[in-house]
């Protein structure tokens, strides 16, 4: 079974921190995907990585960044946390072609 | 611009009865379709797909159904156990839509009432 874990499951930073959202996946997918949950705006793409070193921009990537140095890990950077950044943060990963995402159980991150 | 909608938010069903979720999209390039399950503090989690070769997929007590014409889907889950009650996704992808991502509604949120 896909285990996708993300290290945290409740962050509370102040504004202006750099934060690192951790998410590390076992099946050795090429696909991983950042996506933030909003109510009444259902999942959004923030950024996903298609193989190691890279990396493509989602529907909201400003204010984020991702790193991607080992395959089995994909790290969303928040550069300068800000309040609108509050969010659940959830990490997926897939191998290819089209196929159903596997998602970690999610990061609340609040902004204060 | 949402591509993929969810127009209820909210849903509540008997036990043991049947409880339809929809979905409508508006992108033509779509030809791959999914539901999710969410429970509270839990990531989403996979229940059943459908591809637009067809218009029916069934999965025990999940149904799918794909109206191309009507750019509809709709989830049938038969009977409705307490436990179905989560939020459903439903979520979209296509050749040309940027074939990494899927599209999610907003999502409904089924309640199942024992």
């Known amino acids: 079974d896909v285990k996708v874990t993300q290290s945290s499951r409740y962050l509370v930073k102040r504004t202006g921190e750099k934060v690192f959202l951790e998410c590390v996946q076992d099946m050795d997918h090429e696909n991983m995907f950042w996506y933030r949950q909003d109510p009444g705006l259902g999942l959004r793409l923030i950024y996903f990585s298609y193989d190691v070193k890279m990396k493509e921009k989602g529907d909201i990537p400003e204010g984020y960044s991702v790193s991607r140095e080992k395959k089995e890990r994909f790290s969303l950077i928040l550069e300068s946390a800000s309040t609108n950044q509050t969010s659940m943060y959830l990490c997926?990963?897939?191998?290819?072609?089209?196929?159903?995402?596997?998602f970690g159980n999610g990061t609340r991150l609040t902004v204060t | 611009d949402q591509q993929v909608k969810q127009n209820s938010p909210s849903l509540s069903v008997q036990e043991g009865r049947i409880s339809i979720l929809n979905c409508d999209y508006t992108n033509s390039m779509f030809d791959y379709f999914l539901w999710y399950k969410k429970y509270p503090a839990e990531g989403p989690t996979f229940l059943i797909s459908i591809s637009s070769i067809k218009d029916k997929n069934e999965d025990g007590r999940f149904t799918v159904f794909l109206n191309k014409s009507a750019k509809h889907l709709s989830l049938h889950i038969v009977p409705s156990q307490p436990g179905d009650s989560a939020v459903y996704f439903c979520?979209?992808?296509?050749?040309?839509?940027?074939?990494?991502?899927?599209?999610f509604g907003t999502g409904t949120r089924l309640t199942v009432i024992p």
């Open positions: 997926a990963s897939r191998p290819p072609p089209v196929s159903p995402l596997h």
């Open positions: 979520a979209a992808s296509g050749i040309g839509t940027g074939a990494n991502n899927l599209f």
